[in-house]
């Protein structure tokens, strides 16, 4: 398997703009995460789906972000509308089972400007 | 929800010497405590990790050691080398198998 697979790498977009972050878990993996990395707040849980079921959102920072999982081998965070604070690196990670190992994708370094 | 605390933020050590990382954590409900090493440019990846039903646990250089009355865990690695030069995370994990992270420890090892 490739691993999980997140894309863009890079995203720089203005503030106010719509932004969409995409993300590929390993298959067959049951749960998948959303992360924000900041070097101010380290790791922070953003959403956490089951079973391509959200069970707990309450990481997300506000209503201009959502999270999506349509379906067990694709998911999207969005932010609408974006701004310079929700610069950061955006991780996807997937496990197999509960509490058993999480792999990272190789993230999203977003900057706002 | 979880509360992890990590310590040292940095630590520096001499290649060869021994390299220690604290955490503490808050849900006594809490289970799982895995290790992540996250190299630059890089997503975190698990090195090693410890269930609540162990104390110890030890795979080559590196081991880590679980105190559930204490509520803290510790990642120690031997022998260093400069490839371990990274920024580690400990986690922890329970009945909401979600995974709340410590701050991280960028660690530095000097040839």
């Known amino acids: 398997d490739a691993g999980v697979i997140q894309s863009p790498r890079h995203e720089v977009t203005e503030m106010g703009q719509e932004v969409t972050l995409r993300c590929k878990p390993i298959?067959?993996?049951?749960?998948l995460f959303w992360y924000r990395q900041t070097m101010m707040r380290g790791l922070e849980l953003l959403i956490y789906?089951?079973?391509?079921?959200?069970?707990?959102d309450s990481g997300m920072p506000e209503d201009r972000f959502s999270a999506k999982m349509p379906n067990a081998s694709f998911s999207t965070l969005k932010i609408q509308p974006s701004e310079p604070r929700d610069s950061a690196v955006y991780f996807c990670?997937?496990?197999?089972?509960?509490?058993?190992?999480?792999?990272f994708g190789q993230g999203t370094r977003l900057t706002v400007v | 929800g979880e509360n992890v605390e990590q310590h040292p933020s940095t630590l520096s050590v001499q290649e060869g010497d021994s390299a220690v990382i604290k955490c503490t954590y808050s849900?006594?409900?809490?289970?799982?405590f895995p290790w992540y090493k996250q190299e630059l440019g890089k997503g975190p990846q698990l090195i090693i990790d410890?269930?609540?039903?162990?104390g110890e646990k030890k795979d080559q250089r590196i081991a880590v050691t679980l105190n559930k009355t204490a509520k803290h865990f510790s990642l120690h690695i031997t022998e260093t080398q400069p490839e371990d030069s990274a920024v580690y995370f400990c986690?922890?994990?329970?009945?909401?198998?979600?995974?709340?992270f410590g701050t991280g420890t960028s660690l530095t090892v000097i040839p």
């Open positions: 410890i269930r609540s039903n162990v």
């Open positions: 990670a997937s496990s197999l089972y509960p509490n058993t190992e999480a792999f």
């Open positions: 789906f089951n079973n391509n079921v959200p069970i707990d």
């Open positions: 986690a922890a994990s329970g009945t909401g198998n979600q995974f709340y």
């Open positions: 298959s067959g993996h049951n749960s």
């Open positions: 849900d006594s409900a809490s289970n799982y």
